[in-house]
Protein backbone atom coordinates (compact mmCIF):
# COMPACT_ATOMS: atom_id res chain seq x y z
CA UNK A 1 0.00 0.00 0.00
CA UNK A 2 1.36 3.38 -1.10
CA UNK A 3 0.36 6.79 -0.30
CA UNK A 4 1.17 10.54 -2.45
CA UNK A 5 3.61 12.92 -0.05
CA UNK A 6 4.64 15.99 -1.92
CA UNK A 7 4.10 14.24 -5.02
CA UNK A 8 6.78 11.25 -4.18
CA UNK A 9 5.18 7.74 -3.88
CA UNK A 10 6.13 6.06 -0.27
CA UNK A 11 4.87 2.22 0.98
CA UNK A 12 2.97 2.59 4.04
CA UNK A 13 4.36 0.06 5.39
CA UNK A 14 7.98 1.64 5.79
CA UNK A 15 6.13 4.37 8.20
CA UNK A 16 3.78 1.85 10.06
CA UNK A 17 6.29 -0.92 10.23
CA UNK A 18 9.12 0.86 12.72
CA UNK A 19 5.95 2.45 14.97
CA UNK A 20 4.85 -1.05 15.63
CA UNK A 21 7.98 -2.67 16.42
CA UNK A 22 8.75 -0.29 18.70
CA UNK A 23 4.97 -0.51 20.42
CA UNK A 24 5.53 -4.23 20.22
CA UNK A 25 9.72 -4.21 21.75
CA UNK A 26 7.97 -1.59 24.53
CA UNK A 27 4.95 -3.80 25.21
CA UNK A 28 6.82 -6.80 25.95
CA UNK A 29 9.76 -5.29 28.05
CA UNK A 30 7.02 -3.80 30.33
CA UNK A 31 5.49 -7.63 30.47
CA UNK A 32 8.59 -9.19 31.08
CA UNK A 33 9.41 -6.09 33.74
CA UNK A 34 6.63 -6.67 35.61
CA UNK A 35 6.66 -9.92 35.83
CA UNK A 36 9.94 -10.40 36.65
CA UNK A 37 9.33 -7.30 39.60
CA UNK A 38 6.51 -9.35 40.58
CA UNK A 39 8.19 -12.73 41.13
CA UNK A 40 11.05 -11.06 43.38
CA UNK A 41 8.48 -9.64 45.03
CA UNK A 42 7.29 -12.75 46.56
CA UNK A 43 10.76 -14.25 46.89
CA UNK A 44 11.52 -10.83 49.45
CA UNK A 45 9.35 -12.41 51.36
CA UNK A 46 11.15 -15.25 52.62
CA UNK A 47 14.52 -13.35 52.56
CA UNK A 48 16.42 -10.88 55.17
CA UNK A 49 19.33 -8.54 55.14
CA UNK A 50 21.95 -8.56 52.46
CA UNK A 51 20.21 -11.31 50.65
CA UNK A 52 17.49 -8.75 49.38
CA UNK A 53 19.78 -6.32 48.54
CA UNK A 54 21.26 -8.56 46.39
CA UNK A 55 18.41 -9.75 44.59
CA UNK A 56 17.55 -5.85 44.55
CA UNK A 57 20.87 -5.73 42.68
CA UNK A 58 20.55 -8.36 40.69
CA UNK A 59 16.77 -7.39 39.18
CA UNK A 60 18.14 -4.34 38.28
CA UNK A 61 20.89 -5.75 36.14
CA UNK A 62 18.85 -8.32 34.79
CA UNK A 63 16.32 -5.37 33.79
CA UNK A 64 19.00 -3.12 32.15
CA UNK A 65 19.94 -6.15 30.37
CA UNK A 66 16.63 -7.44 28.72
CA UNK A 67 16.35 -3.78 27.84
CA UNK A 68 19.71 -3.43 25.49
CA UNK A 69 18.32 -6.97 23.82
CA UNK A 70 15.15 -5.52 23.05
CA UNK A 71 16.10 -2.11 21.68
CA UNK A 72 19.08 -4.21 19.85
CA UNK A 73 16.26 -6.92 18.39
CA UNK A 74 13.74 -3.44 17.51
CA UNK A 75 16.67 -1.94 15.58
CA UNK A 76 17.46 -4.77 13.31
CA UNK A 77 13.67 -5.60 12.54
CA UNK A 78 13.64 -1.92 11.77
CA UNK A 79 16.55 -2.47 9.57
CA UNK A 80 15.23 -5.41 7.71
CA UNK A 81 12.63 -3.32 7.02
CA UNK A 82 14.23 -0.72 5.22
CA UNK A 83 15.89 -3.26 3.13
CA UNK A 84 19.19 -3.54 4.81
CA UNK A 85 20.45 -7.35 4.95
CA UNK A 86 20.07 -8.27 8.75
CA UNK A 87 21.93 -11.85 8.02
CA UNK A 88 25.46 -9.74 6.19
CA UNK A 89 25.11 -7.49 9.33
CA UNK A 90 24.56 -10.41 11.94
CA UNK A 91 27.54 -12.49 10.07
CA UNK A 92 29.78 -9.00 10.07
CA UNK A 93 29.66 -8.29 13.77
CA UNK A 94 32.79 -10.74 14.40
CA UNK A 95 34.67 -7.87 12.82
CA UNK A 96 32.51 -4.68 13.42
CA UNK A 97 32.74 -6.03 17.34
CA UNK A 98 36.54 -6.15 17.08
CA UNK A 99 36.68 -2.64 16.13
CA UNK A 100 34.01 -1.27 17.90
CA UNK A 101 36.05 -3.04 20.82
CA UNK A 102 38.72 -1.25 19.47
CA UNK A 103 37.06 2.26 19.96
CA UNK A 104 35.02 1.52 22.96
CA UNK A 105 37.74 -0.34 25.41
CA UNK A 106 36.35 2.13 28.21
CA UNK A 107 33.01 0.40 28.05
CA UNK A 108 33.77 -2.90 27.76
CA UNK A 109 35.53 -2.36 30.60
CA UNK A 110 32.50 -1.07 32.32
CA UNK A 111 30.51 -3.80 31.06
CA UNK A 112 32.69 -6.17 32.44
CA UNK A 113 33.46 -4.69 35.43
CA UNK A 114 29.38 -4.58 36.33
CA UNK A 115 29.06 -8.34 36.04
CA UNK A 116 32.30 -8.75 38.30
CA UNK A 117 30.78 -6.37 41.02
CA UNK A 118 27.40 -8.39 40.89
CA UNK A 119 28.96 -11.88 40.83
CA UNK A 120 31.39 -11.07 43.51
CA UNK A 121 29.09 -9.13 45.53
CA UNK A 122 31.80 -6.50 46.42
CA UNK A 123 28.70 -3.99 47.00
CA UNK A 124 24.80 -3.68 46.65
CA UNK A 125 22.68 -1.17 45.88
CA UNK A 126 21.71 0.07 49.50
CA UNK A 127 25.67 -0.91 50.59
CA UNK A 128 27.42 2.06 52.13
CA UNK A 129 30.33 2.96 50.56
CA UNK A 130 33.64 4.92 50.16
CA UNK A 131 35.34 5.22 46.50
CA UNK A 132 38.29 8.38 47.17
CA UNK A 133 36.97 10.90 49.21
CA UNK A 134 33.16 10.13 48.36
CA UNK A 135 31.20 8.45 51.04
CA UNK A 136 27.42 7.67 50.33
CA UNK A 137 24.87 5.10 49.68
CA UNK A 138 24.82 2.97 46.13
CA UNK A 139 21.39 3.86 44.88
CA UNK A 140 22.15 2.17 41.46
CA UNK A 141 24.16 -0.09 39.56
CA UNK A 142 23.86 -0.19 35.98
CA UNK A 143 26.35 -2.20 33.07
CA UNK A 144 28.22 0.50 32.56
CA UNK A 145 27.73 2.60 35.85
CA UNK A 146 27.47 3.03 39.66
CA UNK A 147 25.56 6.02 41.27
CA UNK A 148 26.33 7.00 44.90
CA UNK A 149 24.31 9.52 46.88
CA UNK A 150 25.80 11.09 50.11
CA UNK A 151 24.00 12.48 52.97
CA UNK A 152 24.03 15.47 51.25
CA UNK A 153 21.44 14.29 48.67
CA UNK A 154 24.88 14.83 46.33
CA UNK A 155 25.04 11.89 43.84
CA UNK A 156 28.68 10.61 41.98
CA UNK A 157 28.52 8.57 38.86
CA UNK A 158 31.74 6.93 38.66
CA UNK A 159 32.31 4.55 35.48
CA UNK A 160 32.48 0.70 36.76
CA UNK A 161 36.16 0.24 36.08
CA UNK A 162 37.03 2.67 38.32
CA UNK A 163 35.36 0.59 41.20
CA UNK A 164 38.39 -1.17 42.23
CA UNK A 165 39.55 0.61 45.19
CA UNK A 166 36.35 1.06 47.33
CA UNK A 167 35.42 0.99 51.10
CA UNK A 168 32.45 -1.32 52.20
CA UNK A 169 31.00 -0.27 55.44
CA UNK A 170 27.78 -2.38 55.45
CA UNK A 171 29.52 -6.06 55.55
CA UNK A 172 30.00 -6.15 58.81
CA UNK A 173 28.01 -4.55 62.16
CA UNK A 174 29.34 -1.02 63.12
CA UNK A 175 30.41 0.03 66.97
CA UNK A 176 29.02 3.09 68.26
CA UNK A 177 31.59 4.67 71.04
CA UNK A 178 30.97 7.13 73.27
CA UNK A 179 33.83 9.28 75.79
CA UNK A 180 32.18 10.90 78.77
CA UNK A 181 33.71 13.10 80.95
CA UNK A 182 32.86 12.72 84.44
CA UNK A 183 34.33 14.93 87.57
CA UNK A 184 36.81 13.55 89.53
CA UNK A 185 34.75 14.25 92.87
CA UNK A 186 32.89 11.35 91.75
CA UNK A 187 33.83 8.06 93.43
CA UNK A 188 34.37 5.01 90.30
CA UNK A 189 32.39 2.82 91.62
CA UNK A 190 29.05 4.54 91.91
CA UNK A 191 29.88 6.00 88.07
CA UNK A 192 29.84 1.92 87.19
CA UNK A 193 26.39 1.31 89.23
CA UNK A 194 24.47 4.13 87.33
CA UNK A 195 25.79 3.18 84.03
CA UNK A 196 24.77 -0.58 84.65
CA UNK A 197 21.27 0.40 86.59
CA UNK A 198 20.87 2.61 82.95
CA UNK A 199 21.86 -0.40 80.35
CA UNK A 200 19.34 -2.69 82.17
CA UNK A 201 16.67 0.20 82.11
CA UNK A 202 17.34 0.74 78.12
CA UNK A 203 17.86 -2.70 76.80
CA UNK A 204 16.08 -3.42 73.83
CA UNK A 205 15.24 0.26 73.61
CA UNK A 206 18.61 1.49 71.51
CA UNK A 207 16.33 1.28 67.92
CA UNK A 208 19.57 0.27 66.04
CA UNK A 209 21.83 -1.56 68.52
CA UNK A 210 22.87 -5.58 68.17
CA UNK A 211 23.87 -6.04 71.41
CA UNK A 212 23.77 -4.02 75.15
CA UNK A 213 25.91 -1.36 75.92
CA UNK A 214 29.08 -2.09 77.74
CA UNK A 215 31.25 -0.10 79.93
CA UNK A 216 35.09 0.21 79.05
CA UNK A 217 36.27 1.30 82.02
CA UNK A 218 38.10 4.68 82.49
CA UNK A 219 39.75 5.67 78.97
CA UNK A 220 41.60 8.45 79.93
CA UNK A 221 42.56 11.35 82.65
CA UNK A 222 41.72 14.59 81.40
CA UNK A 223 42.21 17.76 82.79
CA UNK A 224 39.07 18.40 84.11
CA UNK A 225 37.77 15.34 84.65
CA UNK A 226 37.30 10.96 84.25
CA UNK A 227 36.87 9.99 80.61
CA UNK A 228 34.26 6.55 81.13
CA UNK A 229 34.20 4.85 77.64
CA UNK A 230 31.06 3.27 77.17
CA UNK A 231 30.51 1.10 73.85
CA UNK A 232 27.65 -0.95 72.02
CA UNK A 233 27.48 -2.83 68.18
CA UNK A 234 24.66 -1.55 66.14
CA UNK A 235 23.86 -2.45 62.46
CA UNK A 236 25.83 -1.41 59.73
CA UNK A 237 26.29 2.61 59.48
CA UNK A 238 23.70 3.04 62.40
CA UNK A 239 26.62 4.07 64.71
CA UNK A 240 26.13 7.61 64.88
CA UNK A 241 22.64 7.78 65.57
CA UNK A 242 22.67 5.21 68.35
CA UNK A 243 25.46 7.47 70.30
CA UNK A 244 23.62 10.50 69.87
CA UNK A 245 20.71 8.17 71.70
CA UNK A 246 23.14 7.29 74.15
CA UNK A 247 24.61 10.37 75.24
CA UNK A 248 21.33 11.70 75.82
CA UNK A 249 20.38 8.63 78.51
CA UNK A 250 23.68 8.81 80.03
CA UNK A 251 22.97 12.83 80.62
CA UNK A 252 19.31 12.83 81.85
CA UNK A 253 20.84 9.09 84.35
CA UNK A 254 23.74 11.54 85.68
CA UNK A 255 21.60 14.31 86.11
CA UNK A 256 19.39 12.03 88.16
CA UNK A 257 22.39 11.03 90.38
CA UNK A 258 24.04 13.76 90.97
CA UNK A 259 26.57 13.49 89.05
CA UNK A 260 28.46 16.50 87.16
CA UNK A 261 29.59 16.60 83.93
CA UNK A 262 32.81 18.88 83.88
CA UNK A 263 33.33 21.86 81.81
CA UNK A 264 36.07 24.29 81.18
CA UNK A 265 35.63 27.25 83.28
CA UNK A 266 37.92 30.57 84.10
CA UNK A 267 38.78 31.56 87.51
CA UNK A 268 39.34 35.86 87.62
CA UNK A 269 41.08 36.91 90.62
CA UNK A 270 40.96 40.51 91.64
CA UNK A 271 44.39 41.45 92.59
CA UNK A 272 43.38 44.17 95.20
Known amino acids: ?25 TVIFKIIKNILLKTVNRRRKSLKGSQIQRIQTLTVLIVNIIKYIIVILVTLAILSVFGFKVGSILAGLGIGTAIIGLAFQDVAKDLIAGFSIITEGSYEIGDTIEIGDFMGEVVFIGLRTTRIRNYKGATKI ?44 IKGKLEYATKDPEVWGINDLGDSGVIYRIAVETQPMKQFVTERALRKEIKKAFDEAGIKIPYTQIEVHNGK
Open 158 to 201: VANHYMDNIINYSEHNSLAVVDVSVAYEAKAEKVDEILEKLFKN
Open 1 to 25: MKIEILGKSIDLMLIISPILYIIIG
